[in-house]
């Protein structure tokens, strides 16, 4: 049985209204083109009693928020938001907490989001960045995390390296990644009680968005459609309560015929993204991966 905790989320969620806003093909527009306006602006990171404060630094055009800098081992954390919104607090919280329980460096980018711009100008921010962390650290010392869209990116990303022929990290922890930006899968009934978060259109039209004038099914927007074979060590977070779950299990099995290397894990009656936000199910998914991370010493 699911926490009173969690299910006080999913109601707190589900009562901001955000599903109806972005549900709205009107409301939706108006939305998007807020965000475009919004995310111009130089983002500040949220007041909290962080144990490893997060410093503010850009790079290639992009600002770079880095908790305990200096450490050997690097995290590379995509965040999620559709590719057009930004971090929240839980963010934030969960970048602390990974950092404090690994003793390692955390580097969340605020990169580039949609309708302004694409996946393009992400990847080459991104292959500027990795290409600088491997000079000075080994890709067995790099891991690349992400939840939802993030995830998907941090996937995608991985597989855009391997086709480049350049090295990859360690391993990849995905949390809900959203692994098919087409939105080809419908989403059951049952999901408009149960996932208080993701919405179908506003997704399909954040797809296009973010795929601009490439194919939504190209694997550098769906990472599903990619070379999984050939990915490193992946760890994958969904809850039954969300909406991808169904992509998850696709993602699963095609991941089981391509012979890649998954750790999946469902936790039942979880929400969307569930190990990021304070609840006590998220506690025991945080020492999970933090006991990944750490193993990987």
């Known amino acids: 049985m699911r926490s009173f905790m969690s299910s006080f989320a999913a109601f707190?969620?589900?009562?901001?209204?955000?599903?109806?806003?972005?549900?709205?093909?009107?409301?939706?527009?108006?939305?998007?083109e807020k965000l475009r306006v919004s995310n111009t602006k130089p983002y500040k990171a949220p007041p909290f009693p962080y144990k490893t404060a997060p410093e503010k630094q850009s790079a290639y055009s992009v600002e770079l928020f880095i908790f305990n800098r200096g450490k050997r081992r690097k995290i590379l954390y995509l965040h999620g938001g559709a590719f057009c919104e930004q971090p929240l607090l839980p963010h934030f919280m969960f970048c602390d907490t990974l950092a404090a329980k690994t003793d390692s460096e955390i580097i969340m980018p605020i990169y580039k989001k949609s309708p302004t711009y694409t996946y393009k100008e992400t990847f080459e921010?991104?292959?500027?960045?990795?290409?600088?962390?491997?000079?000075?650290?080994?890709?067995?010392?790099?891991?690349?995390m992400g939840d939802s869209s993030g995830?998907?990116?941090?996937?995608?990303?991985?597989?855009?390296?391997?086709?480049?022929?350049?090295?990859?990290?360690?391993?990849?922890?995905?949390?809900?990644?959203?692994?098919?930006?087409?939105?080809?899968?419908?989403?059951?009934?049952?999901?408009?009680?149960?996932?208080?978060?993701?919405?179908?259109?506003?997704?399909?039209?954040?797809?296009?968005?973010?795929?601009?004038?490439?194919?939504?099914?190209?694997?550098?927007?769906?990472?599903i459609y990619g070379d999984l074979e050939h990915m490193p060590e992946m760890t994958v977070?969904?809850?039954?309560?969300?909406?991808?779950?169904?992509?998850?299990?696709?993602?699963?099995?095609?991941?089981?015929?391509?012979?890649?290397?998954l750790d999946y894990r469902e936790y039942e009656g979880m929400n969307h993204c569930f190990p990021i936000y304070p609840i006590p199910e998220a506690k025991k998914a945080q020492k999970e991966i933090t006991d990944i991370v750490n193993s990987d010493r």
């Open 125 to 144: 921010f991104l292959e500027k960045y990795y290409g600088d962390l491997l000079e000075n650290t080994d890709s067995r010392d790099i891991l690349f």
């Open 151 to 223: 995830g998907g990116l941090a996937l995608s990303f991985c597989e855009h390296l391997y086709a480049l022929g350049l090295p990859q990290p360690k391993r990849l922890i995905l949390l809900s990644p959203w692994v098919d930006v087409s939105m080809d899968t419908a989403f059951g009934k049952e999901f408009d009680r149960l996932d208080p978060s993701l919405e179908h259109g506003f997704l399909q039209q954040a797809g296009k968005n973010w795929a601009g004038d490439t194919d939504v099914h190209d694997y550098r927007v769906s990472p």
């Open 237 to 261: 977070y969904f809850g039954t309560y969300e909406a991808f779950i169904t992509d998850g299990r696709k993602f699963r099995e095609m991941c089981e015929q391509a012979g890649a290397k």
């Open 12 to 32: 707190v969620i589900g009562l901001s209204g955000y599903k109806k806003k972005v549900g709205d093909p009107i409301r939706r527009g108006k939305y998007i």
